[in-house]
């Protein structure tokens, strides 16, 4: 197990024959931010929303999806009370891969700057960082947001549109 100090960033323990994970600058981008966990997977949903999106509404673009129930799921953002309702819009931005994980930092904190409300980062051809204000609300959070990935994938593949049209 690594402990590490955070107002240092310097490990108080570490096992000798390991090294730290390369994602722990992206887990210290969260916290920086308030978070008091972070989960990174690969999700084979997420990647494959991450290339959806990039086909069929560019590069610069993030998922968006609305009108599904687990919504509620996420928060509304930073200092905001409550989670998201049915009607709301799920914004998700979404990031270049790079060879190595700690590269991904600063696009990571550029993302949550434009995205100060969203939970999560998607990362193309990759996987998905997850935070939340503990560990019981961060898994909470991820569970959601791999179902709405899931969901968005099969949407897609009946041609049902991610956001519903309003009138």
């Known amino acids: 197990m690594f402990i590490l100090d955070y107002p240092t960033r310097s490990y108080l323990r570490k096992p000798p024959v390991l090294k730290p994970s390369a994602c722990t600058p ?38 968006e999806i609305s009108n599904i129930e687990q919504i509620k799921g996420i928060p509304k953002g930073r200092g905001q009370v409550g989670n998201l309702g049915f009607f709301d819009t799920l914004r998700i931005p979404i990031i270049e891969n790079t ?4 590269d991904l930092t600063s696009s990571l904190e550029k993302a949550m700057e434009a995205y100060p409300d969203a939970y999560a980062v998607l990362v193309r051809r990759h996987g998905v960082y997850v935070w939340g204000d503990n560990v019981h609300k961060a898994k909470t959070q991820a569970e959601c947001f791999d179902y709405l990935f899931q969901l968005a994938v099969e949407m897609k593949k009946l041609g049902l549109p991610w956001l519903k049209e309003t009138a």
Do not use: M, Y
């Open 26 to 63: 992206l887990f210290l981008a969260a916290f920086d931010r308030g978070a008091g966990c972070c989960i990174h997977s690969h999700s084979q949903w997420a990647v494959l929303v991450t290339l959806l999106v990039e086909r069929d509404f560019g590069s610069k673009a993030c998922f």
């Open 99 to 102: 060879a190595h994980e700690e």
